[in-house]
């Protein structure tokens, strides 16, 4: 089967600003990785209504799945799931099934569900909720759009709830060799093994250690047997100095 | 005077398959707001050709600077210069300047300048070199695009090496309220304030502390008087609970 295709959309005019250095992404990444999606995209954009509808139309159109995260709160700044509603032409409202959530939530803990807290139960019209474990509000998905929270803890344990019910290929493999050469020095037999295996792909990422220069060789494939082949050759390639 | 716009292009499959973590990010977001340039959108896309391409078009038209990180090393997954020079129209070849730079970079080493790390010296027709002073090989800035090197280390000296170059605004200034409520208690009273000063942009954003939940006020603006005029509201409105 086809690997299935998903961009990630940070909302946040903090990441933009550098007051919070995003995690999220990174995440997500690897998680996708290990359920055999392919992140294809990422983006980030500011608190701004059309900026959001505008990116979240252009790749939900472009790959298998979107996910976000941030602006799903109580908040002014909070305004993810009217602008996704609005992207997907869905009308949106506070739900029974979300506010019902909210209600035992803040029951059990004394608290008022007040209008602030109440808009976190504004979800589309046909979207399915995401379950939240760590503070309930739920997040939800609408089309191949799947909303949630940008605090990293909420927004992790929601791709758990998520990733589980979206169907994956298999999975993305890699295996790394770190060869103790730069990699001006292997650049071009590391270039002449790439063409001849379009079957796998090949990454060069340089590091120092020591003060001496090296290359972290990355071959990804979904057969692993052709990254054991390709590392093979690499091996006798580029053995370490002696 | 305006304040000019940016966005960032991170490129590279190994940001996306999530082996690693992206950094320049957050080093070029604070970097911008403090120069007084705002970043308005950023996006990761693989090493390929025509997404590169097309992403460099669609930020160069819609913001004043891009800059990219990533893919202008010696390897073949290297792509970025050529497919930013073909994304603006430019003819790319091994430019005189580079190789100089790079010629007397590797004969101080005892290295040889061979073919892959000639590839360093392809500079598009018109750009102007942003210095390297980590390990040589030139970024350069072609029209409003800067293209820099994707290790952190490279690519944060080049920022240092581009930003005096280009104007900008006064800078976007911030002050945070740590207000010991959480958002749910103060977004009805925080929303009004936000609503009656459009002057500044207000964000909250949620912390747990010792089980407790809070609220981080972060009002933006250039103008550090209304800052300082919504701080003080702020701080009327949400004392510390005695």
Redesign the interface.
């Known amino acids: 089967m086809q690997t299935p295709t998903a961009a990630m959309l940070v909302i946040?005019?903090?990441?933009?600003?550098?007051?919070?250095?995003?995690?999220n992404?990174?995440f997500?990444?690897?998680?996708?990785?290990d359920h055999g999606i392919?992140?294809?995209?990422?983006?980030?954009?500011?608190?701004i209504h059309d900026?959001i509808k505008q990116a979240v139309q252009s790749l939900s159109a472009a790959y298998d799945h979107v996910f976000t995260s941030g602006g799903i709160?109580?908040?002014?700044?909070d305004i993810t799931a009217d602008a996704v509603a609005d992207a997907m032409g869905a009308a949106i409202d506070v739900r029974a099934d979300a506010r019902a959530i909210l209600q035992a939530h803040y029951d059990a803990r004394g608290?008022e569900l007040?209008?602030?807290?109440l808009?976190m139960a504004r979800i589309p019209d046909g979207a399915a909720l995401i379950d939240n474990p760590v503070s309930a509000a739920p997040g939800f998905s609408l089309g191949n759009v799947h909303v949630m929270a940008g605090?990293p803890s909420i927004f992790e344990a929601m791709v758990a709830s998520v990733l589980p019910r979206l169907t994956g290929g298999p999975p993305?493999l890699?295996q790394s060799l770190r060869v103790l050469w730069?990699?001006?020095?292997?650049?071009?037999a590391?270039?002449r093994v790439?063409?001849a295996h379009p079957e796998v792909?090949?990454?060069?990422?340089?590091f120092t250690l020591n003060g001496a220069q090296g290359?972290n060789v990355?071959v990804?494939s979904q057969d692993g047997a052709a990254i054991d082949g390709v590392m093979a050759e690499l091996s006798r390639l580029f053995p370490d100095p002696a």
């Open positions: 946040g005019d903090e990441i933009l600003s550098g007051r919070t250095r995003d995690s992404m990174h997500l990444a690897r998680a996708l990785t392919r992140l294809a995209e990422a983006r980030v954009v500011p608190d900026r709160g109580p908040t002014h700044d608290q007040n209008a602030a807290r808009r605090v993305l890699s730069p990699e001006g020095e292997i650049a071009e590391l270039g790439a063409a792909s090949i990454g060069s990422y340089p290359s990355v990804r």
